[in-house]
């Protein structure tokens, strides 16, 4: 049997079942080729870039850090909108009329893009039209609601009340959204590599790019000892890796996500969304011919709460209203909140020309990755695209709107001071049960310690090894997980996010 394709946690995403691993071949010549582009990072947005700058006719190579779709593509909820967790309302007060409108724009030919790759590359990915419910549980939300529908008219998005909503939770008000989508995200991805490789696009797997030098307009990356030189760079990787302007912009979140079994055997057909905080979402997948309600939210800055008590916060709520059979999947999966509530798009700050980067693209990485993708390759192709500005990386703009990116990042800070100053709490090496992790303190030095299942113990020194703050376990995901720029660690200490791109040290007995 096959393996099947890899994420960057434990659990297995319903993205993942039964979807087998590509294979793909490593192009020879890489260390004599100059490539118009390297593409950093094989999900969604990199996928994206490279399909687009191959057919546009440049040499392209993509390097993926692990296998293709291990990130958050592999990960997320796969929502397909035309509105963004930024609102318009949002979008208007920070960036004003023109900037929301081409806000609205940009999401909505993100997601036309993946229509038409999946019809132009007949990709059978489950794609299929729906409409969105969102509902007002009280007074509050009802105010939200409104000015959620004020900004869908500004942008010339329609939308209506509606009476009814399509699940048993008590509410006041509620709006529909038609013409929105949802797809499988993994047979998404597959079909763009197929498309890649079809039009003659390299690929490199297994290949974390950890440096880069510039030398007369070439870019010269250096991994697992190979050199790619390119004209271009994309870092399609969320955050590029090291240290970056991008770390201060944005926030790391989680997403959680359960696929459950209804006992009623009737599950609706919209996209649903409720205006709680943390929010909730409710969608339904048929995965493997069985059909799934996946119900997710209860998002949390990485590295911060307990992932465990998190999900089971979640399935809580869900039990709460609805009758389940079983639970089916469990994952969680990671996103960046942008400081203004856009994404950054374009040259990245302080680097050479032609080293682009593309993130905080907040919940909504399906339609912005796509749409980036597009930004990305028309300024490699021509220098111009109409969000050119809108996006641009090195923009400054006001943060007033945005208070919990705000109160956030603070705990940023007071990461940098706590974790030097051992105020976390630890516990004794002897205490850790088998399958469970803990920070311990050992004769004064701290230590990530996991013990697997059978009993052995994997021990790591807990500094980040991005800008040094002190990693936290994740039950769920069985990793480790950086509070301050959300860099993620495998047990062994392997780096399964960026920015970091050095492993984990290993404390040997
Ligand atoms: Fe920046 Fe860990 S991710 S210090």
């Not at 960036?95 to 409108?101: T, Y």
């Not at 699940?167 to 499988?184: D, G, L, M, R, Y």
């Not at 111009?384 to 990042?409: A, G, M, Q, T």
């Not at 205490?431 to 050992?442: C, D, F, M, Q």
Request: with cysteine.
């Amino acid at each position: 049997m096959k393996n099947s394709i890899k994420r960057d946690g434990s659990p297995e995403s319903a993205w993942q079942h039964g979807l087998p691993s590509v294979t793909t071949t490593r192009p020879s010549k890489i260390n004599e080729t100059v490539y118009d582009c390297l593409v950093v990072g094989g999900g969604i947005t990199g996928l994206s870039s490279a399909l687009l700058l191959r057919n546009a006719g440049k040499n392209v190579i993509l390097a993926e850090a692990n296998t293709i779709g291990f990130g958050t593509t592999g990960g997320t909820s796969a929502h397909i909108n035309n509105f963004a967790d930024t609102t318009y309302k949002e979008a208007e007060s920070a960036f004003g009329k023109e900037g929301a409108s081409l806000f609205a724009r940009a999401i909505a030919e993100g997601q036309e893009l993946i229509k038409t790759n999946t019809a132009t590359h007949q990709i059978d990915c489950d794609y299929e039209v729906k409409t969105a419910i969102v509902y007002a549980e009280d007074k509050e939300q009802v105010d939200q609601l409104t000015s959620l529908f004020a900004g869908l008219a500004t942008v010339g998005i329609p939308a209506r009340f509606t009476d009814t909503i399509p699940v048993s939770i008590p509410f006041k008000k509620a709006i529909s959204i038609a013409n929105q989508a949802q797809f499988h995200p993994l047979k998404y991805l597959r079909g763009l590599l197929k498309a890649y490789m079809a039009a003659g696009g390299n690929i490199v797997e297994h290949t974390r790019i950890a440096k880069v030098s510039t030398e007369n307009e070439n870019h010269i990356a250096e991994a697992n000892q190979m050199t790619i030189r390119a004209k271009n760079i994309i870092y399609a990787t969320h955050m590029p890796p090291n240290i970056n302007a991008m770390n201060l912009v944005c926030a790391p979140y989680r997403s959680y996500v359960l696929g459950v079994k209804l006992q009623s055997g009737e599950y609706p057909d919209d996209l649903i969304y409720d205006l709680e905080e943390p929010y909730h979402y409710f969608r339904t997948h048929t995965v493997a011919g069985e059909k799934l309600l996946f119900a997710g939210g209860n998002d949390h800055k990485t590295g911060h709460e307990d992932p465990e008590k998190q999900i089971a916060d979640l399935e809580k709520y869900l039990r709460k209203h609805f009758y389940i059979s079983s639970v089916k999947y469990k994952w969680s999966s990671q996103y960046y909140i942008p400081v203004d509530g856009f994404p950054y798009i374009g040259q990245l700050p302080f680097t050479a020309k032609g080293i682009y980067c593309a993130t905080g693209f907040n919940g909504n990485g399906m339609m912005l990755g796509s749409v980036a993708a597009k930004i990305l390759s028309d300024l490699i192709v021509s220098g111009e695209n109409i969000y050119k500005d809108l996006f641009d990386p090195c923009r400054i703009k006001p943060v007033d709107s945005f208070k919990e990116f705000v109160s956030e990042n603070a705990d940023v800070a007071y990461h940098f001071i706590a974790d030097r100053f051992n105020i976390h709490e630890t516990d004794s090496l002897k205490r850790i049960e088998p399958g469970t992790g803990k920070l311990i303190k050992v004769e004064g030095k701290k230590i990530a310690a996991y013990r697997d299942e059978k009993g052995v113990m994997h021990a790591l020194n807990p500094t980040c090894t991005h800008m040094g703050c002190i990693v936290n376990w994740n039950q769920e995901e069985l990793s480790w997980d950086c509070p301050c720029h959300g860099a993620r660690f495998d047990i062994d200490g392997k780096v399964l996010t960026g920015p970091a791109t050095i492993d984990l040290s290993q404390i040997q007995e």
